[in-house]
Each structure stands twice: as structure tokens, then as C-alpha cells.
């Protein structure tokens, strides 16, 4: 049994009836150190992030012997705010350009004020957007394993954003419109057909490999190896960019490439972060030459 100091890291984040010490069972794990503070503090166990004096995250399902605490040991309590789901924030973010995509395609006379028959790319690219969403929250109801239960509620409106704009108004309203471009010349045409469905694909095994790493219901994480990670850290974004690429490529829409462009850099950040998270965590176990996003490069 140790006492520790509890603290946060700012006067704004201040929390109301947060005890300035608390005696810890070391022999106890993260989760039911929160659990004290949580009930304390009465704020949902959710909304409490711990972290010790070097920013090291405690994790919830870790032994507290792990962390070496000791009497007046510091560690920072931050309260996370209202909280929603993971599950809920991926079913709205993507049902959004599921139900945008079948509008801008099928309502041509109030959107554009008049008839016409789509192209063949404008129809290939219709199946594509609609297979690619209705994958993804296939995935969120039966691959996908969260680390975090929860997170953020501003997030929804934040992700919802991206998706509902970028990928869907935007994308839908100048790729289904009555001027589209000529469709590109059959090798081409049916080349990035193939490149597409090849990108879906592999992102779907990546997401299985990453779902079988994880128990369910826990937070463990394993290095992941195997089809996309003997290259790089995050091969499913790498497929995510490369379908959005044929998308883009395929249309030649200003529109499609804005997504690609925004989706892309967001997904490189992401993986700089998670490729960091793995050296800290493994150390030498984790492949030296293995890169973040995109093979051989970076």
C-alpha cells in the first residue's frame, strides 16, 4: 500500500472533489485505481485518463506494480468530458455518405433540375462509394476492436465533418452531376476497377489481423506481422489511400482528390503516431526498418 498525490495538470482542468492523495493497493490493477477516483470524484469511470509525471498512460487492464509507484508518487487525473461510444461515432460517421451517395444519385431532378443517364465511370464510382461505407460499418459491427470504449462526444461532430463534407456532399454532388467527365479508355478504366477492389481487400485482411491481435474485450496490444505489416505500421491506411486513389483516378473530380489529399495526410499522422506508440511500448522486439504509412519510404 502506497499513498499517492493526486493532481491535475492545469487549474482549468480542475476537478471537483478530486482527493489530493489516496491510498493505492499496488497489488491492484489502473482500472481499480480509476475506480476510487471515480467514485470520489463521482465521475463516470469513462471520463478518467491517468498518467504519471513523464506522461507515461496508465492502462486500465495493467498491474500498478508495473509503474514502480512509490509514497508521494505523482499521478495526473484528467477528465476526459461526456463520452460516446466508438461503435456509434464509426455507424453515424459512415452511415452519413451511405445515405448522402444514394440521394445526390438517385434524386437528379430536385438536386441538378433535370434527368439524364449517368455515365459509366458515375455508375462504377456510385458502387464503389456505396460498397466501400457499407464495408466499414460492417466492420464496425463485426472486425473492429476498441482500445477505448468511449470516446469524446465533440468528436462525433468532428469526425461526421470530414466524412459527411469531404466524402460525402462534396464527392457526391460533382461526381454524379450532368457534365462528367469521358470515361477513361477500357484497359484503364477496368485496371482501376481492379485496383480498387484489390485496395478494399486487403484493407478488409489488415482490419482482420488487427481485430484477432486483441481478446475481446480487453486492451492488449501485440505486434502486429503478417500481410502489410512486414512493410509498414499501418498498412490499412495505406489500402484506405490507394482505394480513394482509384476513386480519384477514375473520376478525375477536384472533388474526389480533396478527400484523397485530406484523407491521406490525416491517416500519415495517425500512422507516425501509432508506429511511435509501438517503438515505446516494444522497444527492440519492434522491426527497425518496418515504416509508418507507405512501403520503403516512409
Not at 104 to 126: C, D, M, R, W
Not at 201 to 224: A, D, E, M, Q, Y
Not at 268 to 292: C, I, T
Request: hydrophobic letters at 45%; glycine letters at 6%; proline letters at 5%.
Amino acid at each position: 500500500m502506497v499513498t499517492v498525490n493526486l493532481r491535475t495538470k492545469s487549474p482549468k482542468a480542475k476537478i471537483g472533489k478530486l482527493p489530493p492523495t489516496l491510498n493505492v493497493d499496488t497489488t491492484g490493477t489502473v482500472k481499480d485505481l480509476a475506480a476510487a477516483i471515480s467514485k470520489a470524484t463521482q465521475l463516470g469511470l469513462e471520463r478518467i485518463r491517468l498518467t504519471l509525471i513523464d506522461n507515461t498512460l496508465l492502462v486500465p487492464e495493467t498491474p500498478l506494480d508495473k509503474y514502480d509507484l512509490q509514497d508521494n508518487s505523482i499521478i495526473y487525473v484528467k477528465d476526459l468530458g461526456y463520452q460516446i461510444d466508438w461503435q456509434t461515432v464509426f455507424y453515424v460517421e459512415y452511415g452519413g455518405p451511405l445515405f448522402i451517395h444514394l440521394l445526390f444519385y438517385f434524386l437528379q431532378k430536385p438536386i441538378y433540375g433535370k434527368t439524364f443517364e449517368h455515365s459509366a465511370t458515375q455508375k462504377v464510382v456510385f458502387y464503389m462509394v456505396i460498397l466501400h461505407f457499407l464495408k466499414r460499418e460492417l466492420e464496425t459491427m463485426f472486425v473492429h476492436r476498441f482500445s477505448n470504449a468511449t470516446m469524446p462526444l465533440i468528436n462525433i461532430f468532428k469526425n461526421s465533418g470530414h466524412y459527411w463534407v469531404l466524402s460525402g456532399f462534396s464527392l457526391a454532388y460533382f461526381c454524379y452531376g450532368p457534365s462528367p467527365r469521358r470515361d477513361l479508355p477500357g484497359y484503364l478504366f477496368y485496371g482501376l476497377i481492379a485496383f480498387w477492389a484489390y485496395s478494399e481487400v486487403s484493407n478488409f485482411i489488415t482490419h482482420l489481423t488487427l481485430s484477432s491481435l486483441r481478446p475481446k474485450g480487453t486492451r492488449v496490444r501485440k505486434i502486429p506481422y503478417g500481410y502489410g505489416f512486414n512493410f509498414v505500421a499501418c498498412p490499412n491506411y495505406f489500402f484506405e489511400a490507394c482505394s480513394w486513389l482509384a476513386v480519384a483516378l477514375l473520376t478525375r473530380s477536384w472533388a474526389a482528390t480533396l478527400f484523397l489529399i485530406v484523407s491521406s495526410v490525416t491517416m500519415f499522422l495517425w500512422s507516425l503516431k501509432k508506429q511511435a506508440a509501438y517503438k515505446k511500448e516494444f522497444g527492440a522486439k519492434y522491426p527497425k526498418n518496418r515504416k509508418a504509412m507507405f512501403p520503403f519510404i516512409v
